[in-house]
């Protein structure tokens, strides 16, 4: 042990992460690995990961609803939260990428074919850098439900994929924001996957009244966990 | 008390309108210096069928052995123009390639020595949480022998998933590239070796 080793981030808290194996939904069967992951002790290369404070990843896209020529269709939404570690430490100047389906419920995809029109007025990609103190806001539209093939007649609840890389190769994370009251949450097998109830649940964000805009859009807030330390690093 | 750290959900298959950034799969489109090569392979489910709609992420060393990182305080020249990170789509054969410029070796734990390596960070459909893994070279026998990482994995079939293979060399308008193989199994006979990290 060398008094230069990283100090590693801290594991997996039990229950927080989804299984790879899980039937339930189906594209997981022929694709999650059979043996158990090799555990390695963090070093150089897990403790660390690409920086965003040069901009070399390309401008701020906040409003989703003002990249084309005209205002997309749907219900206006503000997505507001801050980026933290788990000790509750703001992670700064980290790339958090957002991307979603229309209010129609269709992806602006070319394999999408999905019975519902396309919107000229909306892509569904955001991308922006955190604040100081982790914090991040989009301008978008509520994404629409849509149908998927895992069982029949399956239709997926509401949701927002997002990127986030925090400042670590370990930190690295996507996952799907939801909306509170969807009753599509109860069956959702993507959700689901996520054994404890209390971390599942952190995926939906949270009406929030005071993120909304007057006479404008519905204000929703959500915060985003990453790993944390194992140990307090040393200051300096 | 400590935050419940935020769960991890499938990519699906519909982000490439989004995520995909052609220019991320050159490492090297800034001008690093170091030795350019090409990583190319194939993403392979449980039968044997090309994944079409996955992504890898990687994340290296330059040429000389450091990271672009603050951590990263090693006495070693930093390379303004490597930023050691992309990320790479797969095509509708499940192919992907990638530009990059040879990494020197890091530091383990403890005295210990790493050869040189990739990181890969891997996302799809049907993969609810992303897969790691990591490339390491074919030519660099003695120091893969001696590598802390690969000496973790009992199983030498196993071990010798990480190590790439050498592959035809790449024409790239007038340079021709070393290229290495570097295919990932997903599940069943000759899996991937997937690392918790």
Redesign the interface.
């Known amino acids: ?2 008094g ?3 100090i590693p981030y ?1 594991p ?2 039990p229950g ?5 194996d ?1 039937p339930a ?1 189906k ?9 158990a ?15 965003f404070t040069r901009r ?3 401008k701020n896209l906040a409003d989703l609803t003002l990249q084309h020529k005209g205002e997309p269709l749907g219900e206006r939404i503000v997505i507001a939260g801050r980026v ?5 430490r703001p992670v700064p100047d980290t790339l958090v ?3 979603q ?1 229309n209010a129609a419920g269709r ?3 070319e ?2 074919r999905h019975d519902a029109p396309l919107d000229r007025n909306f ?3 955001g991308q922006v850098v955190t604040d100081k103190q982790g914090g991040w806001r989009f301008v978008s539209i509520k994404p629409g439900h849509y149908p998927w093939r895992n069982t029949h007649n399956a239709w997926r609840a509401q949701h927002l ?1 997002f ?1 986030i890389f925090g400042p670590a ?2 930190t ?5 924001m939801y909306f509170p009251g969807d009753p599509l949450l109860a069956t959702d097998p ?2 689901h ?2 054994p404890d109830a ?3 649940e ?2 939906v964000a949270a009406y929030d009244p005071t993120l909304s805009e007057p006479e404008w859009a519905l204000g929703f807030r959500w915060d ?5 330390r194992a140990a307090t690093p040393a200051e300096g | 008390m400590k935050l419940p750290v935020t769960g991890s959900q499938t990519v699906g298959p519909f982000y490439h309108y989004a995520l995909d950034r052609p220019e991320w799969s050159d490492l090297t489109r800034h001008g690093a210096r170091g030795e350019k090569i090409r990583i190319e392979g194939r993403i392979l489910d449980g039968e044997r069928k090309p994944c079409i709609d996955a992504f890898l992420e990687v994340w290296q060393a330059n040429a000389a052995g450091r990271y672009a990182h603050p951590e990263d305080r090693q006495n070693k020249k930093p390379d303004p123009k490597f930023i050691g990170f992309g990320r790479v789509f797969t095509d509708a054969k499940g192919r992907y390639a990638f530009t990059t410029v040879r990494p020197g070796p890091v530091p383990g734990r403890g005295n210990a020595m790493q050869a040189p390596h990739i990181a890969v960070n891997l996302f799809g459909r049907g993969l609810l949480k992303h897969l790691a893994t990591r490339i390491y070279f074919p030519d660099c026998a003695e120091a893969n022998e001696a590598d802390p990482v690969l000496g973790l994995i009992d199983d030498p079939k196993q071990r010798a998933t990480l190590v790439a293979q050498p592959a035809k060399p790449t024409r790239l308008g007038r340079a021709i590239l070393p290229t290495f193989r570097f295919d990932v199994i997903l599940q069943g006979e000759g899996e991937t070796a997937f690392l918790e990290i």
């Open positions: 042990m060398s230069r080793d990283p801290a997996e808290q927080a992460q989804p299984p790879n899980y939904y594209s997981t069967i022929n694709r999650h690995p059979l043996r992951p090799i555990r390695v002790p963090h070093t150089l290369t897990e403790v660390t990961g690409p920086s070399w990843h390309g933290l570690d788990e000790d509750g990428e957002l991307w389906a992806y602006a995809h394999r999408d892509t569904g990609f994929h990127s190769f370990a690295r994370i996507v996952t799907q993507i959700y996957s996520i209390t971390a599942r952190r995926l985003i966990v990453l790993r944390g």
